[in-house]
């Protein structure tokens, strides 16, 4: 299910709307729940900063998690993520209305997921992708696999990806310059 290089750039230009999948992808899937019941989860600086590039090059982000938590919803707000969807393990209903509400087509969106929850939307995206550590049945299925693991710069490597394809990673280096 590989794409080739023309196929991956044709798929990104369509792309929309991207959408990530928390626990495995933005993060490395562990959670720290203290004796006092906070949670913590290591989220990765580099991910977060090309998710700026990304919404500034006119690509909306949303994030799909299975597990709700406040750790998330906080990372979130910091980005500007304004569309956090947090609840049970069944994700095609939420992705579904996310479509819906927005009048959007699957092949407009770009899913990275790493494990089996993520199966169906996955199946569903015009352009999706794993972790390099994401599970084999899920490595097996979709057209990109990152060489970082979640959690520590896969997004990133995913979405310098799309901006390549689509012509706009100069742009987000040159601002970087003086």
């Not at 933005?26 to 580099?46: A, C, Y």
């Not at 700026?52 to 998330?72: F, H, K, M, Q």
């Not at 996955?122 to 299925?141: C, N, T, Y």
């Amino acid at each position: 299910m590989k794409l080739s290089p023309r196929e991956f750039t044709a798929r990104a230009k369509r792309v929309r709307l991207l959408v990530l999948d928390v626990d495995g992808v933005l993060t490395d899937g562990r959670v720290s729940i203290g004796s006092d019941g906070n949670e913590s989860k290591w989220f990765s600086i580099r991910d977060g900063a090309a998710l700026a590039w990304v919404r500034r090059s006119g690509i909306d982000v949303a994030w799909l998690s299975g597990r709700p938590s406040e750790s998330t919803t906080r990372r979130a707000a910091e980005l500007g993520i304004e569309t956090v969807l947090q609840g049970g393990p069944e994700k095609r209903a939420p992705f579904r209305k996310l479509l819906t509400d927005r009048g959007l087509k699957a092949s407009d969106v770009a899913y990275m997921g790493d494990d089996l929850l993520d199966l169906p939307v996955l199946q569903q995206a015009g352009l999706a992708a794993s972790p390099a550590d994401a599970a084999p049945e899920v490595r097996r299925r979709v057209h990109w696999v990152s060489q970082a693991p979640g959690g520590h710069g896969a997004v990133r490597e995913f979405i310098e990806r799309i901006l390549r394809a689509r012509g706009a990673w100069d742009a987000v280096v040159s601002s970087h310059l003086d």
